[in-house]
């Protein structure tokens, strides 16, 4: 594959922003994307994949040719591709060679998967024999997965209309509302996005509204519902009928879950700002069902997100947790009795998941909640991205 200047300048430039501003890299390679119309679509691809490709290996590329100059790592992780140079000043130095019998030499997981020591000594300690195998799946590029909004059209029809456009796409199974891309793509464009027929959300992600059991003319409060992902799934499964509270502490996040609404159809959406416990308390036994879909560490989609491993640290770890916990404490109080409360997260680590949910059945506020079931969704087990259900039953 041929190298062009302008399009790996750009991706140089974006990892600058990345590892020097400390941007996050989906927000970066957005706006790159969008500061030059003229890139075609195989551009456009070969900068996402290059810069998605070098922030997941960051650690590795850095092990098996040291330096500071971005270029340079960009011509390692070249080579790393199986690649050939092109002779340019900026990737003089570089010794193919010498990069391939370094990696032939490392044997540490860490390195090998590229991740911080500490997050591999963490991963090790909690998940045991299964960290291996989740990390090295964490690794690998994310499928693009659609959630075919039912309120609008069927499965099957939006299959055959993606078809029609040239997308080939097929339904997993296990996921009744998902559909998968053959090939990876932006599918943004698509007049099917703007017509609110799907959205873009991870089948594991699609077991999340599912495990609330809900009914049409449900009351249902999302108490972290950020830009809406769970809620617009959640008023599709209710056939747009009852009302969905979708709270938050991010006024700008209620407002994309809005305009989100409106493109899928949805009017039974209500948008909350939480502005402290009061808000929280007034809506006590309001609920038929409640969901806290918790902020967490997203160790689970490191797939998509590869930056987390090199944002994240134990601190911010635990930071996280001490607020999933307060959440399920001040939160839990408004599912209404004989409802269901539905606590999620995007993370695999058991000190996020059913660490906390133990924590709260055994608290003074969890008595009067029982666990029904949980799901740990491994992404090595799933193919997908790794995330823990549990759904919980007030007496
Ligand atoms: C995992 S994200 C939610 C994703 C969202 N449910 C979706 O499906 O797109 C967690 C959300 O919790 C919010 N959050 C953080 N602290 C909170 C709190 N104390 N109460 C409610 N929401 C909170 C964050 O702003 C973030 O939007």
């Known amino acids: 594959m041929k190298l062009f200047t302008?399009?790996?300048?750009?991706?140089?430039?974006?990892?600058?922003?990345?590892?020097?501003?400390?941007?996050?890299?989906d927000k970066v390679i957005e706006r790159k994307l969008k500061s030059n119309p003229k890139w075609g679509a195989r551009d456009r691809g070969f900068i996402a994949e290059s810069i998605y490709e070098m922030v997941r290996w960051w650690r590795l590329l850095n092990q098996l040719s040291p330096s500071d100059d971005f270029y340079h790592l960009f011509g390692t992780y070249w080579v790393?591709?199986?690649?050939?140079?092109?002779?340019?000043?900026?990737?003089?130095?570089?010794?193919?060679?010498?990069?391939?019998?370094n990696y032939d030499r490392i044997q540490e997981r860490a390195i090998l998967q590229s991740i911080p020591d500490w997050l591999d000594d963490m991963g090790a300690e909690l998940l045991g024999e299964n960290w291996e195998k989740e990390i090295e799946t964490l690794n690998q590029e994310a499928d693009v997965v659609l959630r075919v909004n039912t309120l609008k059209v069927t499965r099957e029809q939006l299959m055959k209309r993606l078809a029609d456009d040239g997308i080939e796409s097929y339904a997993p199974k296990g996921y009744k509302d998902a559909l998968v891309l053959a090939k990876r793509q932006n599918i943004f464009k698509n007049p099917a996005f703007k017509e609110g027929l799907f959205?873009?959300?991870?089948?594991?992600?699609?077991?999340?509204?599912?495990?609330?059991?809900?009914?049409?003319?449900?009351?249902?409060?999302?108490?972290?519902?950020?830009?809406?992902?769970?809620?617009?799934?959640l008023a599709a499964l209710m056939q747009n009928k009852g009302r969905i509270l979708s709270m938050d502490v991010e006024a700008w996040k209620l407002q994309n879950t809005k305009l989100r609404a409106r493109r899928n159809g949805i009017s039974i959406i209500e948008p909350k700002v939480i502005e402290g416990n009061k808000t929280i308390k007034r809506l006590k036994e309001s609920a038929d069902r409640v969901l806290l879909d918790v902020p967490c560490s997203g160790l689970g989609v490191l797939k998509r997100n590869p930056d987390t491993k090199w944002k994240l640290t134990p601190e911010s770890i635990e930071k996280v947790q001490t607020i999933q916990q307060e959440i399920l404490q001040n939160y839990a109080g408004m599912v209404k009795p004989g409802g269901l409360l539905v606590y999620a997260t995007c993370s695999i680590l058991p000190t996020e998941n059913q660490m906390q949910v133990e924590k709260f059945l055994a608290s003074e506020n969890g008595k009067n909640f029982e666990l029904v079931e949980d799901q740990k969704v491994l992404a090595q087990d799933s193919g997908y991205d790794g995330f823990y259900i549990a759904k919980i039953k007030r007496k």
């Open 6 to 25: 302008n399009t790996v300048s750009a991706v140089i430039e974006s990892l600058d922003e990345i590892f020097n501003q400390n941007r996050y890299a």
């Open 80 to 101: 790393l591709q199986g690649n050939e140079l092109p002779d340019w000043r900026e990737f003089k130095g570089l010794d193919p060679k010498f990069i391939k019998a």
């Open 199 to 233: 959205e873009i959300q991870d089948a594991s992600s699609q077991l999340v509204a599912a495990a609330l059991e809900v009914e049409p003319g449900m009351r249902v409060i999302d108490a972290c519902a950020g830009s809406g992902g769970k809620s617009l799934h």
